[in-house]
């Protein structure tokens, strides 16, 4: 049975969510403020987290950037719940490491939808990085084991977000093939975003300033113009 934790401080809310995850079998927990949402984060470690942005104390952007930070919770699916004039919340969000959104008024068959969606995606991930335990991606400096989700460059290890593993992840293991941006959205979010482009450009920014010796002149992810991405092929 997976565990869903629900981070609102809306009771209406609560309480309809908590029915329809239930009906479909789901164990649901729930957190009314951002510090609680940690703290059972850690505690209960759901398998998904639907989070609330307008929370008492600290709110759902800075919940997302702690949960992403901590080890142990950096791989736990997050379903943010927005109002629908927050789209740069949205994006920031995104940024930060969410996963996916539903906006406020939402439909119940859609949110079940989504929370089916991304417990899918996860356990093809953990399936996927169990079979490769013993495996490395090696090119050059870098070096990746997806297993671990670990990225050494010149034998450091890198502090990566999960979206940026997950980008490095994609690319250097298609040296040479280029990827649209609206093909790194849906594939590395998991969810039609193609409005805007601009999360994958700020990902891409990140990741080079860490693993580029020159993020100015990239060595290792380069831009096609008016494309996208591509990972550099070893000569």
């Known amino acids: ?31 009314q403020d951002g510090l609680t949402a940690i703290k059972e984060t850690e505690n209960y ?28 919770t950096a791989d736990i699916p997050v379903i943010m719940v927005t109002a ?51 495996e490395e991606i090696v090119y050059g400096p870098l070096v990746v084991r997806p297993a671990r989700y670990e990225v050494f460059l010149n034998g450091e290890k890198l502090d990566l977000t999960l979206k940026e593993y997950e980008l490095l992840v994609l690319l250097i293991n298609n040296p040479g093939k280029v990827f649209s941006r609206d093909f790194l959205l849906s ?26 010796r020159d993020p100015s002149q990239p060595g290792f992810i380069e831009t096609v113009r008016g494309v996208g991405y591509r990972f550099k092929e070893l000569a």
């Open 1 to 31: 049975m997976a565990k869903i934790l629900i981070v609102d401080d809306e009771h209406h809310i609560i309480e309809l969510v908590r029915f329809v995850l239930q009906k479909e079998g789901f164990d649901v927990k729930v957190a």
């Open 187 to 212: 594939t590395i979010w998991g969810f039609d975003y193609t409005s805007d482009t601009r999360t994958v450009d700020v990902h891409i920014y990140h990741l080079r300033q860490k693993i580029e």
């Open 84 to 134: 629908k004039s927050d789209e740069m919340d949205k994006i920031i969000g995104l940024e930060l490491g969410a996963d996916d959104y539903v906006t406020k008024p939402f439909s119940p068959r859609e949110l079940v939808a989504r929370v089916k969606a991304r417990l899918r995606r996860r356990t093809g991930l953990i399936k996927h990085a169990d079979r490769k335990v013993e």
């Open 45 to 72: 470690r759901p398998d998904l987290i639907l989070l609330d942005l307008m929370l008492p104390g600290i709110d759902g952007l800075e919940v997302c950037r702690t949960l992403r930070k901590k080890p142990q």
